[in-house]
């Protein structure tokens, strides 16, 4: 059976293919997406190592001058999908969003250069790993310098849709501060393919919209944005992704010989080992993402916090508390790791960002758990993750209550960390 499920894996990954780059899904996402692809590279990795280098490559040649990389690539008009290119008004070659994604491109890279190189193919693979550090290095010295004012080693999203998890209610209070006002009319597509009550509200996409309107009117110049912003928030999703990503890019840099730049890296990784714990909450025992303009925690234990592990943070009271969080929900749901705490009101189990369990968050928690030496919280997490895709499809997401898909369906990284995972 579970052959037949890897085949359905890699049919599903070949069917939204587009020959250099993969949809998420063709009808609800019909374009490149930034984390989408790094981890689709994963997944083409198990089966197509040419493909799966070209998936990141292919990302990376939208890249702007200043390092920043887009969270789409629109390489083609769409009209099933809202806001398209004209929207966004980044007047770029190819066609962009104008703003960015969590960086877990650099931990995929280094996870293809390891399987390359366990494969004998080290030195086919040398040139792309080459090229692609370098891309890699610039696009993490934009977060530095664009998005950590406090230089506190964390990631400021000026967008929800930055964070990757669109609608958690960490953006609610943040959010207040955003004026709807002047939005106008407009027609939104993700609910003509999809249940209503699996997608963010209208007030949230008011927000979307109105954060669009302002970068754009501000002609995306990043280092404005990161500065007037009404939407300031440390996101600590993106913080811990971050960390993660510039460990590994340093033994990229170690493995190339880039002694200079591996120094650099380094500093990043310290700083934010200095940094990071600004987002630790202590009334609630967990890592929180926090707005910057008011300085207020959100409170939210989401999946978001236990990334703390694939950070490589190691601190036995914080894991702990965070391990105490994990068992504590591991006997509330039968699937572990809902976005949202079951015993928060807000729960909402098909509603996006508010409950569903996510296939790649899954991934880079159980990969966290494991390497810090917690087996059977990893196991688990793992375990959950097989079993929710094997009974109910290759959904974006799913209820951690009873399974059911929510989302759309054949989806690209449920299909691909599928194929990470086989054993
Ligand atoms: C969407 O349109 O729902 C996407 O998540 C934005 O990136």
């Not at 020959?19 to 989408?36: A, H, I, K």
């Not at 002047?182 to 979307?208: C, F, I, Q, W």
């Not at 990969?367 to 290759?394: H, K, P």
Request: contains cysteine; negative net charge; hydrophobic residues 45%.
């Amino acid at each position: 059976m579970n052959a037949d499920l890897d085949r359905a894996a890699e049919a599903i990954l070949r069917k939204n293919d587009r020959g250099r780059y993969t949809v998420p899904n063709g009808r609800v996402y019909p374009f490149q997406w930034n984390w989408d692809s790094a981890f689709v590279a994963l997944g083409f990795d198990r089966f197509d190592r040419d493909r799966a280098w070209t998936e990141i490559e292919s990302l990376f040649q939208a890249q702007w001058e200043d390092g920043f990389v887009p969270h789409i690539v629109f390489w083609q008009e769409d009209p099933g999908y809202f806001p398209g290119p004209a929207v966004w008004g980044t007047g770029r070659a190819p066609m962009t969003s104008g703003i960015t994604q969590p960086p877990v491109a650099a931990s995929v890279v280094r996870r293809l250069w390891d399987s390359a190189r366990a494969a004998g193919e080290e030195a086919r693979f040398r040139p792309r790993l080459e090229a692609l550090f370098d891309r890699l290095l610039a696009w993490h010295r934009w977060f530095r310098d664009h998005r950590d004012p406090g230089a506190r080693g964390i990631v400021v999203a000026v967008h929800p849709w930055e964070t990757g998890r669109d609608n958690a209610p960490e953006w609610d209070a943040p959010g207040e501060a955003i004026d709807v006002s002047n939005v106008g009319d407009y027609v939104r597509r993700d609910t003509s393919h999809l249940d209503a009550k699996m997608r963010p509200t209208k007030l949230e996409y008011d927000r979307y919209l109105a954060l669009v309107q302002f970068g754009r009117a501000l002609g995306w110049d990043h280092a404005r944005i990161g500065r007037e912003s009404p939407f300031q928030v440390a996101d600590v999703g993106m913080s811990m992704i971050l960390l993660r990503a510039n460990r590994d890019l340093a033994a990229l840099a170690d493995a190339l010989g880039r002694e200079a730049e591996g120094v650099e890296i380094r500093q990043m990784v310290a700083r934010a080992e200095r940094g990071i714990s600004w987002l630790w909450n202590e009334d609630v025992k967990a890592w929180c993402s926090r707005d910057l303009l008011t300085g207020r925690s959100s409170g939210f234990v989401t999946s978001a916090s236990f990334l703390s592990f694939y950070a490589g943070l190691v601190d036995p009271a914080r894991d702990g508390a965070m391990l105490a969080h994990l068992d504590r929900i591991g006997k509330a749901v039968p699937y572990l790791m809902p976005s949202l705490d079951p015993a928060d009101p807000g729960f909402q189990m098909i509603r996006y960002w508010r409950g569903p369990v996510w296939a790649v968050v899954n991934y880079m928690i159980g990969t966290g758990l494991a390497e810090s030496g917690y087996a059977a919280a990893a196991d688990r997490v793992r375990g959950d993750t097989r079993s929710l895709i094997a009974r109910n499809g290759f959904y974006e997401a799913f209820s951690p209550i009873d399974g059911t898909g929510s989302g759309g369906d054949d989806f690209s990284w449920t299909a691909a960390i599928w194929l990470a995972w086989r054993p």
